[in-house]
């Protein structure tokens, strides 16, 4: 159980285009959904944290008008990154917590190349 | 701000024990969380601990001091398949999020 997909898990595209990246519980619903992002061989850098029904907290230093988080239903967040940019080009990754924050469930996540 | 660090590196052949350490400079912390990252994968949540002291799960034990903003996760009789990152996390933000640690990369050598 508590199994997280991630879609798609790869994607180039051009600069200035916008990419959307979904992030589904597949088997439960959660009540919360984290996005993360992370470099090559770092951390991973909480992005924002998105609950059903509401806006999503975003970390300091994080662009809202960049990163759009929508979370539409327990099962379902997605993130956009609007006007991408080659500096944009990452591994994002989203989780979602079932119960508690401390145990998450991650996607397998998303390459993004933006050339 | 928020800070856990972790040695970069550690090397140790099968079968063997090793720590990997995290100390951490949080404020509002309630606990601190153990994931595993194999290359290109998703992140596997292994324990978490609330209180101080040892949490042990099958060959990994994982163990907080408070009074010294110091963790560790212990893993015993190390296979080959245990080579991977490991990132300690935080429970930080009033509970509500989690802040990982700079993670160390294990290579499990025969």
């Known amino acids: 159980g508590a199994v997280v997909s991630q879609h798609p898990s790869r994607v180039i595209c051009k600069s200035g285009t916008s990419v959307k990246i979904e992030c589904r519980s597949l088997d439960f619903q959660a009540t919360t959904m984290f996005w993360y992002r992370q470099f090559p061989k770092q951390s991973l850098m909480l992005m924002a944290t998105?609950?059903?029904?509401?806006?999503?907290?975003?970390e300091q230093g994080v662009e809202k008008d960049k990163f759009l988080i929508n979370h539409a239903s327990l099962t379902l967040s997605t993130l956009t990154v609007t006007s991408a940019h080659p500096e944009d080009s990452s591994f994002y990754i989203c989780?979602?917590?079932?119960?508690?924050?401390?145990?998450?469930?991650f996607g397998p996540g998303t390459r993004l190349t933006v050339l | 701000g928020q800070s856990l660090e972790q040695p970069s590196e550690v090397t140790a052949v099968e079968g063997a024990i090793v720590q990997i350490n995290c100390t951490y400079q949080t404020s509002g912390f309630y606990g601190l969380s153990w994931y595993q990252q194999h290359d290109g994968g998703a992140p596997t949540f292994l324990s978490y601990?609330?209180?101080?002291g040892l949490e042990e799960t099958g060959r990994f034990s994982s163990f907080l001091s408070r009074s010294d903003s110091y963790g560790y996760l212990l893993l015993q009789e190390l296979q080959m398949k245990d080579s991977a990152s490991y990132f300690c996390a935080g429970l930080t933000g009033g509970g509500n999020k989690l802040t990982f640690g700079t993670g160390t990369q294990l290579k499990v050598e025969l």
């Open positions: 601990n609330a209180l101080d």
């Open positions: 998105s609950n059903e029904g509401s806006k999503a907290t975003y």
């Open positions: 989780s979602a917590s079932l119960a508690a924050v401390y145990e998450q469930f």
